[in-house]
């Protein structure tokens, strides 16, 4: 994600930051995470399969000093199993492109994201779904959710709620 559009990214999320149960998925390096945490997070379980990136993720956390404040967990995304016990107030959901150009990946990605807003997010949670601007469309998340995006070049920033959640007095749409 590229550093302006994680920027605004962390602007729209100021009401939920402050002590936030995160859930990072495909966490990569964990920059999102670990910048939760810098922000008023209290604490962030990353989820990453690739081993490589695992690695890095657990080489930053220790050299951050942040190991009392996070779980890495070396497994799949898209699995419940990996989600942990714990609803989450803010959900990263910052998928490999690749898993949006095929039907099988996509519609197992869509089913995963729809199954984490029902089951993991908090009731006043948000979810926080980036893809390439325009490869995503509303009517691909489930009813009974409250979708918005934001553009930002050739990102988009989807956020994602229960229906019943209120939406923030900044308007994050």
């Known amino acids: 994600m590229l550093d302006r559009v994680r920027e605004a990214l962390f602007g729209t999320l100021q009401p939920w930051l402050e002590g ?18 810098s922000r008023g997070a209290r604490r962030v379980r990353f989820v990453e399969r690739n081993a490589n990136a ?26 419940r199993f990996s989600w942990g016990e714990r609803p989450a107030d803010i959900v990263f959901f910052d998928s490999p492109y690749p ?11 869509f089913e995963a994201l729809g199954e984490l807003v029902r089951a993991k997010l908090a009731p006043e949670g948000v979810l926080v779904f980036h893809a390439p601007h ?8 489930d009813a009974g959710f409250t979708v918005r995006e934001r ?7 989807w956020y994602v709620q229960r ?3 209120p939406t923030t007095a900044n308007g994050t749409e």
């Open 99 to 109: 898993l949006l150009d095929e039907l099988r990946s996509r519609r197992a990605l």
């Open 20 to 37: 936030a149960l995160v859930l990072d998925l495909f966490a990569g390096s964990g920059a999102l995470g670990i910048e939760a945490l």
């Open 134 to 141: 325009r490869l995503v469309q509303p009517g691909e998340f």
């Open 163 to 165: 229906d019943e959640a």
């Open 151 to 157: 553009v930002y070049g050739s990102n988009s920033l």
């Open 54 to 79: 695992s690695a890095c993720l657990e080489a930053n956390v220790s050299a951050l000093g942040l190991d009392d404040a996070v779980e890495v967990v070396r497994g799949d995304a898209l699995a």
